[in-house]
């Protein structure tokens, strides 16, 4: 009988995790068998499976809860997975982990439909012409070994997303193995210029926000509550913040060109020419007044007629920001990836940094981090100029052999890289894959990679809340589909053919896991416990937390070198600034085969499943232009049409268009729906760095004198409430906060 | 089957609004939604598509007005003539205000939408014939119909993505109105849990699914009968009253400082979900 | 002009109607054929939306009705003038009332049959449709006897049943004729069953007027209470535009103004297709049009009442709505409705038009095209624009599936009508002969008129 005691067991511990796999593996075989679910009180499909025979561990209906880790975005959120009868259900937060705190976001949630996904590959699949055939992993294995016979590190290269944990322990010892040094990490949306910034300012490139220490917050363009480095962790400092520091309510002041969630969220929202955040920083460093030596220099010049000019905004609007920041201490200010995607956006970055040591903020509300104390387990950290490199080798013919792993960069790359022509010269491709993306498609071999809800691994997340914590990425449930494998099993096997003798007591990938991790076992913090029990809570917990040394930041301020050009003339021939906006559900458009992140309105515009051209309505009705009319909006590289959305949270002289839709491959709700910016991207770079320099494509409008309607929640009255009381709000000055509950 | 058995039943399902001979007893469930805190990202409304079983109806549909979001976030700005929304938006999330004088309930022409004794508006999928009076006079518009049958539709549930689906929550079939519950599947648990026990659920023992993943925590939920529950607090230090379609605290010259209000509270449905006002800072 | 001849012969009456059994004009099978043609037509959209879901008719949230109920409106109102008119006009002695009170009736009985057909094609869940009628049951589950629309389906129910009565039992000595004047054959045999063994003899028609007379007193406060009850689906709401007190009337009014323009139009119809140019006469169209234009009158005042309601008032949300009316997408088909129901029957004030078959005909239809638009007016714009500005909804218009139900309706209502007057006697046969009676008394007294029979 299953007691009490049982079901403690089940949420808490001493049981083999394996063995329960099994249970859980028999478990989705009857929920299938069942086809719980996809009947209706209707069609009277029900099959009703007895549970007589039910397996210690599976009580039906009662659900069991596992922890592990979001894959969804690199943020590195602890989930707690809802499994019944064996199958995944919902996925909420781990309250114990101090990033999410129990909560979790939109594009996380959804990762069940990544894992439940329909379109997952589920075969090795070898390039047969035109088509995939489906394979054997012995025998996608043997070829691997073949075709890298003879060929020289050199002419080898991977490319990936993010990595951290042990993945990239033994992704380095596969590349080790092969002799290649040619590891690229590219992430197509990553803070890298603001991390190089950061370093010459702070002396690191990530330090630690305090929004919750803050008074006032300014960001240039850093959308923290949607997708800037940490988003849920950041939206729940934001909340600690609005409630005030000693009753007194934090200020939001959001500085960008195209309005992002976070300055939707904003007490004064400031639309900035493109380009110009860095000098309405040092405009803003001036009125300060407090500045001396070198920055006082710096700025002498920005002032606010100035600076009003060349940036657009209002001088009174620099006076009110000036004081409030000297008011209310402390405060913090942000730069994010919209102050960062220009030319000089290092310069920008290194500007707006500039505020925050003129304030004081460094060590108040900028706090130095905890340093991971096992250095190879560290996140690798993506940037565009990898793929810049990357293009640039493979356009020589340099690789003979080129793996692809978690990064899409036939759909990410600008078009005038042509990745997908150079690509096509490495002889043989491979890649790990959950869907046949576009990058996938391209490939020679194809092996299908199991979900994270399927896989083990650890993880390290880049943005650390508070102490150094390895997440824990272990299976929910058993693998849906019999021919995929984990992404460590797959690695493990690919070393062996290498290194057979060094990895030869490792079976699969769970067993290398788990003796990597007991062999730091005390390090870990679990010296004293036996082995089964420091695994087994380890895994109970889903966060191994330890203590790293902080830093410290450095508090010099360097201003040499720092020079702001002065903004650009209008080019008739492309005379407005694209940005492609980065929006909170679809991020690099890795998922946008989740229907729940496809039909998630975007925010601001409320739009689903498509594309939109973002436009201010002054120059939309300079244009001729309303809602709905396809446009053509033509860079040097290239065009693309789509509809236009009208909307006042941009500045006149740019238009935006989301990255993430316009997938030509991936799968049934990906595929066919909208366009891809990256189409019509300029291959410009930030200067110092040599990053892509994404918002320095400059475009020109056209009507194609088609109309659709727009799809989208918001109805006909827009942003108006037509005088009726529902969306209400008061002033500070009005309202009374210490009094609430 | 007599006539004053059919009155006594009607009766008792008519009368759960807070009248002084039926008071809410042990539970009145009842939310507070801080717009301040409110961020407007969206992650409640997934959380509600998981939990509930919602169906994403695709662009077409979605198109045509027929999606199935039973909390759905709306976005405000001042229209009033200035060329940015430069003092930010008000984000609204919008779901069933489980109004304790329902309009949608007394014209429903089969009692398939009633008030429950923990004063929700329920729907009883099985007895809905889809005559769709109860939308039609919901004044916040938060019904929704099953246009198609969405369990069979391409590509709404295909393989494996029904093993998804909560097996605690109905599949709703085409025909048939739905709407948020305040995840009453979790209520009830909780409500059984807690009655076996010898006691009535405790404050934080139950969460809606948007509750709960909301990073903001813009969303509290409880029993507002319980004067440990936060949401009574909330309620209380805002001085709104379930059974008012006016606040005193309103009435007052020069009005309130106090953030609590309901919406569309004139139309006398009462209900159940206070809102906080969103603020914003008079300096800038 | 030519009122019924004083001095016709009661056997030429017989003979003259129960000819329309026979061999009506050939325009008779064209409309036949495209009644069925229009019915098969909704049928085919019906079996598609069933099996579909109702999406198909492109209704959505919060727009969740639409031209079903507002089609099912007009004909709950077209249904009013034939039985409500016959019943008063009968207890006032009004004796023009007599040729034409049969096909009206009739034009009630299937109006009604074609409403009740919208309450079915609107439902989500048609198959539950059991659900609403309050049967005794096992469980005590009842319908909600709170919700108009319940009040509406017994209104409709009771209407339905004693119009068929009232029809029905009217007929009893008509049908008796044409028993006596059929050959052998299966109508002959109906029309025995009909006439449930009439013989004329005194204690039958003492019986009969009674019965007569109590149902036409019953039926005039039941046809009113019906179309005020479909008022309350809407007046007993919370929407703007439909919690208005002057509903009650204005649908009354609605309702007798569409009746009245479709007794005009069939009724030329009928003059023509089954030759009763001898009966239907020009002086009773005079009376009818006549009275359709006081009708017409009332509803324009009562729309101004409505309006004027809503201006003066400090309901924000309905003023809004009205504007939205005049001026905003559904504009168009309102000033469409203001124009046929308000401006079109000034013809009728002219003369010269009062008999004028071909002006009256083309009236008459625009003067229900206006009221089918104001039934429309009524339904669609409060869904989409209503208290809740996010779930506005300017964009979407019923599909074809929709119109083809609705297409298919007057289909299925011309059949049913067209099917009744070939198979009954469409002008009283009896109730004339007393009409030329009375009016013929005199002559009769000289003696030199044929004896009819009957
Ligand atoms: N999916 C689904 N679920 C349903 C239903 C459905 O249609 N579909 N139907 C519902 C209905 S209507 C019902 S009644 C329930 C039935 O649900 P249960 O009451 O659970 O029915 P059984 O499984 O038939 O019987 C329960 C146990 O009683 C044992 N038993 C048999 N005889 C005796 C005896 O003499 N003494 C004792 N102590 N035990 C005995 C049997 O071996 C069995 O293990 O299921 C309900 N659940
Ligand atoms: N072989 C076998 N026979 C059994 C049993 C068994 O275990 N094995 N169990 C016995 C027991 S315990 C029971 S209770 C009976 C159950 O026997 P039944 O009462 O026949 O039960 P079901 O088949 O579950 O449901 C009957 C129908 O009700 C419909 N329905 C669902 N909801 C509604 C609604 O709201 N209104 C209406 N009108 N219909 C609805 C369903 O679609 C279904 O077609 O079977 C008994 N017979
Ligand atoms: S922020 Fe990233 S890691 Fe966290 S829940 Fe969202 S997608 Fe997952
Ligand atoms: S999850 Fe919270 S913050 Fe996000 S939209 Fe919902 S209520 Fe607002
Ligand atoms: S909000 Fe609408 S659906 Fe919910 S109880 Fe109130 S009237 Fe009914
Ligand atoms: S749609 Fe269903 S719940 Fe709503 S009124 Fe009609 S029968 Fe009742
Ligand atoms: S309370 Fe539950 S049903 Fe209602 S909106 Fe929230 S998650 Fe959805």
Not at chain 1, 663 to 691: C, L, Q, W
Not at chain 2, 117 to 130: F, K, T, W
Request: charged letters at 20%; one cysteine or more; a neutral charge.
């Amino acid at each position: 009988m299953i007691d009490s005691d049982s079901v403690k067991n089940l949420a808490g511990h001493p049981f083999d995790r394996r063995d329960f796999l099994k249970v859980l593996g028999w478990g989705g075989a009857a929920a299938a068998l069942s086809g719980c679910g996809n009947t209706s009180i209707e069609d009277g499909k029900e099959t009703v499976v007895s549970y007589v025979e039910a397996k210690d561990y599976v009580i039906p209906g009662v659900a069991v809860y596992f922890n592990s880790t979001c894959a969804q975005c690199d943020a590195g959120c602890s989930i707690t997975g809802k499994i019944r009868e064996g199958r995944v259900l919902k996925l909420e937060g781990n309250p114990e982990s101090p990033i999410n705190k129990g909560r979790l976001c939109g594009l996380g949630q959804a990762a069940v439909q990544h894992h439940y996904n329909p379109d997952r590959v589920r075969e090795p699949l070898l390039r047969n012409g035109d088509k995939g055939e489906a394979i054997s992993w012995e025998k996608a294995y043997a070829l691997i070994n073949e075709k890298l016979a003879g060929v020289k590190g050199e002419e080898i290269a991977l490319v990936s997303g993010d990595v951290s944990g042990h993945q990239k322990v033994l992704l380095g010892n596969y590349m080790d193995s092969l002799g290649s040094k040619n590891h690229f990490v590219y992430e197509a949306v990553s803070p890298a210029v603001v991390r190089a910034a950061n370093l010459k300012f702070y002396g690191v490139e990530m330090p630690r926000y305090r929004i919750d220490k803050a008074k006032v917050v300014l960001s240039f363009g850093a959308d923290f509550l949607g997708t800037w480095v940490s988003p849920v962790h950041f939206a729940q400092q934001y909340a600690a913040f609005r409630k005030g520091v000693d009753g007194q309510r934090g200020v939001l002041i959001q500085a960008e060109s195209k309005m992002t969630l976070t300055g939707a969220n904003a007490d004064r929202w400031l639309a900035v020419r493109p380009g110009t955040e860095g000098i309405l920083a040092l405009g803003i460093i001036n009125a300060l007044g407090v500045a001396t030596g070198d920055v006082a220099e710096l700025v002498k010049d920005y002032d606010k007629v100035r600076v009003s000019r060349e940036t657009g905004v209002e001088p009174s609007n620099i006076d009110k920001i000036a004081a409030i920041l000297k008011l209310r201490s402390p405060s913090l200010v942000l730069v994010g990836s919209a102050a960062e995607g220009y030319q000089h956006g290092l310069q920008n970055a290194a500007a707006i940094n500039l505020l925050n040591q003129v304030l004081g903020n460094v060590g108040k509300t900028i706090e130095a981090p905890v340093s991971v104390p096992f250095p190879q387990m560290a996140p690798a950290k993506g940037k565009t100029a990898a793929l810049k490199d990357l293009n640039d080798d493979l356009a020589a013919g340099k690789y003979k052999v080129l793996f692809n792993v978690a990064t899409n960069p036939v759909f990410t790359a600008p078009a005038s890289y042509k990745f997908r022509d150079n690509m096509a010269k490495a002889g043989f491709k491979v890649a790990f894959a959950h869907y046949l993306d576009e990058t996938a498609l391209q490939a020679d071999l194809v092996l299908p990679l199991d979900s994270e809800m399927e896989d083990w691994g650890t993880h390290v997340p880049e943005y650390l809340a508070d102490t150094v914590q390895i997440n824990i990425q272990q299976p929910l449930m058993e693998r849906l589909h019999a021919n995929t494998r984990g992404f460590g099993d797959i690695l493990l096997a690919l070393v062996k053919q290498r290194r057979a003798e060094e990895y030869k007591a490792f079976d699969d990938y769970y067993g290398y896991l788990r003796s990597a991790v007991l062999q730091n076992k005390a390090a870990l913090g679990g010296a004293g416990s036996d082995d089964d029990t420091f695994w087994n809570d380890t895994l109970s917990n889903g966060i191994v937390k330890l203590s790293g040394a902080s830093g410290a930041l450095s508090l010099k301020v360097d201003v040499s070198g720092l020079k702001l050009p002065t903004p650009k003339e209008i080019d008739e021939q492309y005379p407005m600034n694209l940005i492609p906006a980065v929006t909170s559900n679809l991020r690099d458009g890795r998922h946008t085969n989740q229907p729940w992140i496809q039909e998630s309105p975007d925010p601001l515009t409320t739009i689903v499943w498509d594309s939109w051209v973002e436009m201010h309505p002054k120059m939309a009705l300079q244009l001729g232009i309303v809602e709905g009319d396809i446009v053509k909006v033509t860079s040097k590289t290239g065009s693309v049409s789509a509809q236009v959305y009208l909307f006042p949270g941009i500045h006149p002289d740019a238009v935006s268009i989301p990255i993430g839709r316009g997938h030509d491959a991936m799968g049934r709700y990906a595929k066919g729906y909208g366009v891809n910016p990256f189409e019509i991207m300029d291959a410009v770079f930030e200067s110092a760095t040599g990053e892509l320099a994404m918002h320095e494509t400059r475009v020109n409008i056209t009507k194609t004198g088609q109309r659709v309607i727009v799809v989208k929640d918001e109805g006909p009255a827009g942003g108006r409430q037509m005088g009726r009381k529902i969306a209400a709000r008061m002033s500070t000055d009005q309202v009374d906060l210490s009094k609430e509950v | 089957m007599s006539v004053t058995n059919l009155l006594d039943n009607w009766a008792a399902v008519r009368h759960f609004h807070p009248i002084d001979d039926k008071p809410h007893d042990p539970y009145k469930w009842a939310m507070a939604i801080d717009l301040d805190a409110c961020i407007g990202c969206n992650a409640c409304a997934v959380a509600c598509y998981a939990e509930n079983n919602l169906p994403v109806v695709g662009r077409e549909k979605f198109k045509h007005g027929q999606v199935m979001h039973w909390m759905r976030i709306e976005r405000y700005w001042d229209e009033d003539g200035r060329d940015y929304p430069d003092q930010g938006f008000q984000f609204l999330p919008m779901m069933c205000q489980q109004c304790e004088a329902a309009p949608c309930e007394t014209v429903c022409p089969v009692g398939a939408t009633n008030h429950t004794q923990d004063g929700l508006n329920s729907q009883i999928y099985n007895r809905c014939i889809g005559s769709r009076y109860c939308s039609a006079n919901c004044p916040f518009k938060v019904r929704y119909f099953n246009w198609y049958d969405y369990p069979t539709t391409e590509n709404v549930w295909p393989a494996e993505m029904n093993y998804q689906l909560n097996p605690d929550v109905t599949v709703r079939g085409k025909g048939v109105m739905e709407k948020c519950t305040f995840c009453v599947q979790r209520l009830r648990a909780a409500e059984v849990t807690a009655k076996g026990e010898g006691r009535i659920v405790r404050e934080g023992e139950v969460q809606t699914a948007c509750q709960q993943s909301c990073p903001t925590g813009a969303i509290s939920f409880g029993n507002l009968v319980d004067p440990e529950s936060r949401v009574h607090k909330q309620w209380q230090a805002q001085q709104v009253d379930l059974d008012k379609d006016m606040q005193e605290k309103n009435q007052k010259e020069g009005g309130s400082d106090l953030r609590g209000y309901r919406i569309l509270e004139e139309l006398r449905s009462y209900p159940s979900v206070m809102y906080l006002e969103r603020v914003r800072e008079s300096a800038v | 002009m030519k009122d019924i001849r004083e001095d016709i012969a009661w056997a030429k009456i017989n003979q003259d109607v129960m000819k329309s059994l026979e061999n009506p004009r050939p325009l008779y099978w064209v409309i036949l054929f495209f009644a069925v043609l229009a019915f098969g037509i909704g049928i085919g959209c019906e079996v598609y939306q069933y099996q579909m879901g109702m999406g198909v008719a492109n209704l959505d949230n919060p727009h969740v009705w639409g031209l079903y109920i507002a089609t099912f409106i007009f004909w709950i109102g077209m249904s009013h003038s034939g039985t409500l008119l016959s019943a008063i006009l009968h207890l006032m002695h009004a004796d023009w009332r007599k040729p034409i009170y049969r096909f009206a009736e009739a034009m009630t009985t299937f109006s009604l049959m074609t409403a009740g057909l919208f309450v079915m094609v609107h439902l989500g869940r048609l198959w539950q449709f059991y659900y609403a009628v309050p049967y005794p049951n096992e469980r005590w589950v009842w319908p909600n006897f709170q919700s108009p629309l319940l009040w509406d389906a017994m209104a409709i129910f009771t209407y339905l049943s004693s119009s068929v009565l009232f029809l029905f039992v009217g007929m009893i000595p008509d049908l008796a004729i044409a028993r006596d004047n059929m050959q052998s054959g299966w109508r002959r045999k109906l029309y025995t069953l009909l006439a449930l063994g009439w013989e004329g003899t005194d204690r039958q028609w003492r019986n009969f007027r009674v019965t007569y007379l109590t149902i036409a007193c019953f039926l005039i406060p039941l046809a009113v209470s019906v179309h005020s009850i479909v008022a309350s689906d809407f007046g007993m709401s919370q929407q703007p535009g439909w919690h208005v007190t002057s509903f009650p009337p204005y649908f009354v009014a609605g309702a007798l103004y569409s009746g009245c323009a479709a007794i005009i139009t069939l009724f030329i119809i009928l003059r023509y297709v089954f030759k009763f140019e001898e009966y239907m006469t020009l002086p009773i169209l005079k009376k009818i049009v006549r009275l359709t234009f006081a009708i017409a009158m009332v509803w324009t005042y009562l729309n101004c009442v409505e309006f004027a309601s809503v201006w003066y008032s400090h309901d924000a949300v309905s003023k809004d709505l009205l504007i939205q009316k005049m001026t905003g997408p559904y504009a168009p088909f309102w000033w469409a409705m203001i124009f046929c129901g308000s401006i079109v029957p000034l013809i009728f004030a002219i003369k010269r038009f009062q008999t004028n078959i071909p002006v009256l005909f083309a009236t008459s239809l625009l003067l229900n095209l206006g009221m089918w638009l104001e039934r429309w007016m009524i339904v669609s714009p409060t869904f989409s624009h209503g208290y809740y500005p996010w779930t506005w909804d300017h964009d979407q218009w019923p599909s074809m599936i929709q119109w083809g139900i609705v297409f298919g309706s007057f289909g299925w209502f011309t059949l049913l009508f067209m099917v009744f007057c070939k198979m009954f006697p469409s002008v009283s046969m009896y109730e004339v002969k007393e009409m030329v009676y009375h009016r013929s008394l005199h002559l009769k007294q000289n003696g030199t008129v044929e004896q009819g029979v009957h």
